[in-house]
């Protein structure tokens, strides 16, 4: 028997009591508020990363005048505290409970699986504004999933041209034991190779803890002359201090996916300076919707806004340039996909398209921390697609 999804019923209802009613289909639309389920981490090692996507959302949806698509926009957060564990019960509960109509979230790689699952599963919208598990856009990619952020991939690879451009031979990548951290190490491998150097070791930790020393212990003894890493959030403060501490640092230099220095660069203090890394976003970048967004959401949250809150941002642009195109309705998923795919979205990291598998094509910059920024020094790649590889919708 085919599965009728919880989208189907509902879409089929609000079409029978709209034709009752002598309404077309887009008028019902946009009649109800719009729900959007938020699923972000609130609390642990992410929760600063999680409150920055929701504030520079909210933000873009209080400049689109709390509408997207002429629909009022409702916001339903949940608190996902980066745990696979819970992510499936957490899915299903703003699909099945709370009946949201689009899908927002997540940062952690292993908690947004449960989400791609019931935007697949339900024909739910699903706009995810950070997290880079490569398989949402690759085998796993569907119409209605969508990427404001980056793939894993991009910006490690992005750091290993820039280091096998300048004749590093050997590298070692230390990371969280998960999906994040794996693919990172893959795009780090790949970019070293492109430029014929080689990822000789690779360090792993238990997400999400942060007793370094093991790992430190081994470093100097492995014959490399760079160190990358992926680490984010409170992790990457206590390995960048850590890193610094051990004496490693004058010795073999430190780099990696920029997230290891993003946001964090304050308690993180004098053990970043001269980190170099690959993002596709950075102190600095001069465009006047830059500009704009950073005054916009400090005003907002008192805070300097980071790469989170470009992803949370943009992730409100492509959903209001989707349901633009469809009047509102957030059920028409294949218009949906259609108005996102065709917008050019007016981003602070420079404007951007979609590839056909939904992720962002960009420039990864290349970063260093200084003094409190991480300032844009050069580019490590432009217009960086994802490969994309495994994804079987048409044109991807
Ligand atoms: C991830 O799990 O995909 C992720 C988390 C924090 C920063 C970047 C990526």
């Keep these: 028997m085919r599965h009728v999804s919880r989208r189907t019923v509902l879409a089929g209802a609000a079409l029978t009591a709209g034709l009752a009613n002598g309404l077309a289909r887009p008028a019902i639309a946009q009649a109800a508020p719009l729900k959007v389920g938020m699923m972000l981490p609130f609390s642990g090692t992410y929760a600063a990363l999680g409150e920055n996507i929701a504030a520079a959302f909210e933000l873009m949806l209080a400049e689109s005048g709390g509408k997207f698509g002429g629909r009022p926009v409702t916001l339903v957060r949940l608190d996902d505290e980066s745990d696979p564990a819970k992510a499936p019960a957490n899915a299903n509960r703003l699909v099945e409970r709370d009946n949201v ?146 004496g490693l640092r004058d010795k073999i230099p430190l780099c990696g996916s920029g997230f290891l220095t993003e946001g964090v660069l304050k308690p993180q203090g004098a053990a970043a300076n001269g980190i170099q890394t690959a993002l596709h976003y950075g102190d600095g970048l001069d465009n006047p919707k830059n500009t704009a967004f950073r005054a916009a959401f400090k005003t907002k949250t008192s805070r300097d806004a980071d790469v989170y809150a470009v992803h949370g941002y943009d992730a409100g642009q492509m959903l209001a340039a989707g349901l633009t195109a469809t009047k509102g309705d957030a059920t028409a998923t294949q218009a949906l996909a259609a108005g996102i795919l065709a917008a050019t979205i007016d981003s602070p990291r420079g404007p951007f398209k979609l590839s056909a598998s ?24 432009e217009a960086l697609a994802d490969p994309g590889t495994g994804c079987k919708m048409a044109g991807a």
């Design 358 to 381: 939904h992720n962002p094509i960009q420039t990864m910059w290349l970063r260093e921390a200084r003094d409190g920024q991480n300032k844009v020094i050069g580019t490590a790649v």
């Design 101 to 246: 109509d689009v899908l927002l979230g997540t940062v952690h790689s292993g908690v947004v699986m449960a989400l791609v699952q019931a935007a697949r599963e339900h024909e739910v919208p699903l706009i995810i504004p950070n997290a880079g598990n490569v398989a949402a856009t690759r085998e796993l990619c569907s119409p209605p999933v969508f990427r404001s952020s980056f793939s894993n991939w991009q910006p490690a690879y992005g750091m290993g041209r820039v280091l096998a451009a300048r004749g590093v031979k050997k590298a070692a990548w230390v990371t969280w034991d998960y999906a994040a951290g794996k693919e990172s190490g893959d795009g780090f491998r790949d970019g070293l190779r492109a430029g014929g150097a080689e990822l000789t070791h690779t360090l792993t930790l238990p997400f999400p803890e942060t007793n370094f020393q093991p790992i430190l212990a081994q470093l100097g003894g492995l014959g490399v002359e760079v160190v990358g890493a992926f680490f984010a959030g409170g992790g990457a403060i206590q390995f960048v201090k850590d890193y610094a501490a051990s």
